[in-house]
């Protein structure tokens, strides 16, 4: 049973485009939702995380929205950049992060020149 | 900021084999480090969570005889597959987190193994 669903699986967009991740959840007792950016060959890197008790965090290009009554969250990327093409990861984990951490199945963009 | 490091980055073995894999906070204390295996285009499957001084945590369907983890001190975990075979062949990704609530994990760049 997939616990977190993320889409597109793939996603194709201009430099300055603005791709968007979208994610779900069923599990109410998620409390922590980090997204993690992967280039081939290397291991995920944190990107940002948001907790349930916030709607909108931005850190420079990305911005997650969150809604709690609809239980989604998404990932928009700024001006999305070549360097920006990579693979991202939703998450979720509950009891304030200590629990083990759910993925979604991955999203691997491509921002074309 | 934190930094996981993790070696080797890519082994290949002879199937009947053994390979250890470590996992290392350079810079934090490690309380729980997670082992997860990644399969081409695919996304992260957790293998086993360990706390320091604790044995592992398996998840269904993974066999702890064969993935043995020991996570002997706060900044030190490692993952030995023993007697490998083929089907052993994947991308294992360590990762850890400090004790504070809601710190993230933070993850080593993964070891390449390869079993002929």
């Known amino acids: 049973q997939q616990q977190v669903k993320q889409s597109p699986q793939s996603l194709i967009v201009q430099k300055g485009g603005i791709p968007i991740i979208n994610c779900a959840y069923e599990?109410?007792?998620?409390?922590?939702f980090p997204w993690y950016q992967q280039f081939p060959g290397k291991g995920p890197a944190l990107l940002i995380a948001?907790?349930?008790?916030?709607s909108e965090k931005k850190e420079g290009r990305f911005t997650i929205s969150f809604n709690k009554s609809a239980k989604q969250f998404s990932l928009h990327i700024m001006d999305s950049q070549p360097g920006d093409s990579a693979t991202y990861f939703c998450?979720?984990?509950?009891?304030?992060?200590?629990?083990?951490?759910?993925f979604g199945i991955g999203t691997k963009l491509q921002v074309i020149p | 900021g934190a930094v996981v490091s993790q070696h080797p980055s890519r082994v290949i073995c002879k199937s009947g084999t053994s390979v250890k894999i470590e996992c290392r906070s350079l810079?934090?204390?490690?309380?729980?480090m997670f082992w997860y295996r990644q399969f081409p285009k695919q996304s992260l499957m957790l293998m086993a969570t360990?706390?320091?001084?604790?044995?592992?945590?398996?998840e269904q369907g993974v066999e702890k005889d064969k993935f043995l983890i020991n996570h002997a001190s706060l900044t030190l975990s490692t993952l030995t597959v023993t007697s490998a075979h083929p089907e052993d062949s994947s991308f294992y990704i360590c990762?850890?987190?400090?004790?504070?609530?809601?710190?993230?994990?933070?993850f080593g760049n993964g070891t390449r193994l390869t079993v002929t």
């Open positions: 810079d934090f204390q490690a309380t729980t």
């Open positions: 998450a979720a984990s509950e009891g304030g992060g200590y629990q083990k951490v759910t």
């Open positions: 599990n109410t007792a998620f409390d922590y």
């Open positions: 948001i907790r349930p008790d916030v």
């Open positions: 990762s850890a987190r400090d004790g504070q609530i809601f710190s993230p994990l933070h």
């Open positions: 360990s706390n320091e001084g604790s044995k592992a945590t398996y």
